[in-house]
């Protein structure tokens, strides 16, 4: 949360609402989540925050968008 809330304040590039402490961007964190989860049971009957739901989890945070297409390929050819 206080990442998020950190980046908002450089510019708010994510389009959320606005938030003006830490405390309420943990709040927004934790509503979007619950929304989340609502959404993805009623569209795919998942958990998106479940991480039995997946075969592949990819932490892309600090790798290019080739980096990540490279690494689920890597997958996929491991699989076959």
Same mark, same amino acid.
């Given at each position: !949360?206080?990442?998020?809330?950190?980046?908002?304040?450089?510019?708010?590039?994510?389009?959320?609402?606005? %938030? +003006?402490?830490?405390?309420?961007?943990?709040?927004?964190?934790?509503?979007?989540? *619950?929304?989340?989860?609502?959404? /993805? +049971?009623?569209?795919?009957?998942?958990? @998106? /925050?479940? +991480?039995?739901?997946? *075969?592949?989890?990819?932490?892309? %945070?600090?790798? %290019? @968008? %080739?980096?990540? !297409?490279? !690494?689920?390929?890597?997958?996929?050819?491991? +699989?076959?």
């Amino acid at each position: !949360a206080r990442r998020i809330f950190e980046q908002k304040l450089l510019e708010n590039s994510r389009n959320e609402l606005e %938030t +003006k402490t830490v405390e309420e961007q943990v709040k927004l964190n934790k509503s979007r989540i *619950n929304n989340d989860k609502l959404r /993805y +049971k009623r569209l795919y009957n998942i958990n @998106p /925050y479940n +991480k039995e739901s997946f *075969n592949l989890i990819l932490d892309s %945070t600090n790798n %290019t @968008p %080739t980096e990540v !297409a490279m !690494a689920i390929l890597e997958q996929i050819k491991n +699989k076959n």
